[in-house]
Nanobody
Framework: QVFPVESGGNSVRAGESLTLSCKMRGYTFGSFCMGWFRQGSGKRRDRVASIYTGGGAPYYADSAKGRFTISRDDSQNTLNLQMNNLKPEDTDKYIC??????????????????WGQGTQVTVSE
């Protein structure tokens, strides 16, 4: 069992930065896809960025490219999202998720994976 716990969300002004962190409680080893999603307005959440524990290039949504950076810190068992030059359209609840496997690109979506409760990011003009 893996229990993602997010932190770092806040209310900021456009152009400022935030760092979101996700503690992957219960994860010890093995191949996992891990990523950050936006709550959105529909049933399916929108993937912002994701990585594979075995390495390789991360995935980024078009809206995140050039501004956001996803990374892992194995020593602290955390998944981080550095968010720079934030815009009002970035406002949403950001949710950390993970699932066993290695096929982390394409249309990866952890239907049966592990989801956190999310952390709110609000960006004003």
């Amino acid at each position: 069992q893996v229990f993602p716990v997010e932190s770092g969300g806040n209310s900021v002004r456009a152009g400022e930065s935030l760092t979101l962190s996700c503690k992957m409680r219960g994860y010890t080893f093995g191949s996992f896809c891990m990523g950050w999603f936006r709550q959105g307005s529909g049933k399916r959440r929108d993937r912002v960025a994701s990585i594979y524990t075995g390495g390789g290039a991360p995935y980024y949504a078009d809206s995140a490219k050039g501004r956001f950076t996803i990374s892992r810190d194995d020593s602290q068992n955390t998944l981080n999202l550095q968010m720079n030059n934030l815009k009002p359209e970035d406002t949403d609840k950001y949710i950390c998720a993970a699932s066993p496997g290695w096929n982390c690109g394409g249309t990866w979506y952890p239907e049966g994976g592990y989801w956190g409760q999310g952390t709110q990011v609000t960006v004003s003009e």
